[in-house]
């Protein structure tokens, strides 16, 4: 074996170990946000795990052992009815999950507050998510089940997964009573917001578009003033039709004023938009 194939091996390998690893760190995280915060305070905040808090609550079910008998059997209807794409990651997320939260169904609460429970189990859990995620892989659950019910009813899949845990909540605010239920809302919401963080990290630049008549003398002075790279876009007047060259220009969140600064110095009528980063691969920023 080539030198060159055997670094893609040991590359493969490694990217291999690391994705696996992923998948069971994320797996215990959610387990113990679960089991300290979620759980005991009756916060059934979305997914199989929210509807092993709901059936503990009414005759109480063991919850591993629940999330063991709707997950394996909506891994195997989401391998007979999507297909084959659930890789083993996937299996070992399924049945990890349920492992992990009779493992630590022991542990003491961390609170009995429950909106203590929903906020700081909401970023655990939603910690965890998304470390099975960068994994490739997810614990399997209601995420199937909203993948089915797109399969068949042309809903999308995020309207698919928000149909599934409000029918959740709901049943919640049943079971338990209406705070439960709007605990287990802020659980979710929070989780979500967790998870976007996880996979996408926080916005540490911004991405800046400039439409002025002014612009090589804009492009010059940013280049100079904070050596920063700057892309020409050709765009076109909605009303006009008369085409204008835009610019693109990424800086970090701490060059940004320097370079609202610029602007204004050089062109006090341009046209700016602003929006976040989340991340940037290349010169000048992160590296591959």
Excluded: C, H
């Excluded at 507050?113 to 700081?120: I, N, S, V, Y």
């Excluded at 959740?168 to 998870?195: H, P, Q, R």
């Excluded at 904070?226 to 909605?238: E, M, N, Q, S, Y």
Aim: charged letters at 15%.
């Amino acid at each position: 074996m080539s030198k060159k194939n055997e670094n893609k091996v040991l590359d493969f390998t490694k990217n291999t170990i690391q994705e696996y690893f992923y998948v069971l760190l994320g797996a215990a995280v959610i387990a113990f946000g679960f089991n300290a915060f979620l759980f005991p305070n009756q916060v059934a905040s979305g997914g199989v795990s929210g509807i092993s808090t709901i059936l503990n609550g009414l005759f109480g079910w063991n919850a591993g052992i629940v999330q063991y008998a709707f997950n394996i059997p909506l891994f195997i209807a989401g391998v007979l009815i999507l297909g084959k794409k659930f890789g083993l990651k996937s299996f070992i997320g399924t049945l990890a999950l349920p492992f992990f939260v009779l493992l630590t169904e022991n542990i003491d609460p961390w609170t009995d507050t429950p909106l203590l429970a929903a906020l700081f189990g909401g970023i655990i859990v939603g910690l965890g998510i998304g470390l099975v995620f960068k994994g490739n892989a997810s614990t399997g659950g209601t995420d199937l089940l909203a993948q089915i019910i797109t399969k068949y009813t042309g809903l999308t899949l995020g309207t698919s997964v928000l149909l599934i845990d409000g029918i959740i909540a709901i049943s919640a605010a049943l079971v338990f009573d209406l705070e439960k239920g709007l605990y287990a809302l802020v659980g979710l919401f929070v989780t979500t917001k967790t998870i976007d963080i996880v996979q996408l990290g926080f916005s540490q630049s911004k991405m800046v578009y400039i439409i002025s008549s002014k612009e090589t003398e804009l492009r010059d002075a940013i280049y100079k003033e904070i050596d920063r790279g700057v892309t020409k876009l050709p765009v076109f007047g909605g009303y006009t039709g008369k085409e204008r060259t835009m610019l693109m220009v990424v800086v970090y969140q701490t060059e940004f004023t320097k370079l609202k600064q610029i602007i204004k110095s050089v062109d006090t009528s341009a046209f700016v938009i602003v929006s976040d980063a989340y991340e940037v691969i290349g010169e000048g920023f992160k590296q591959v």
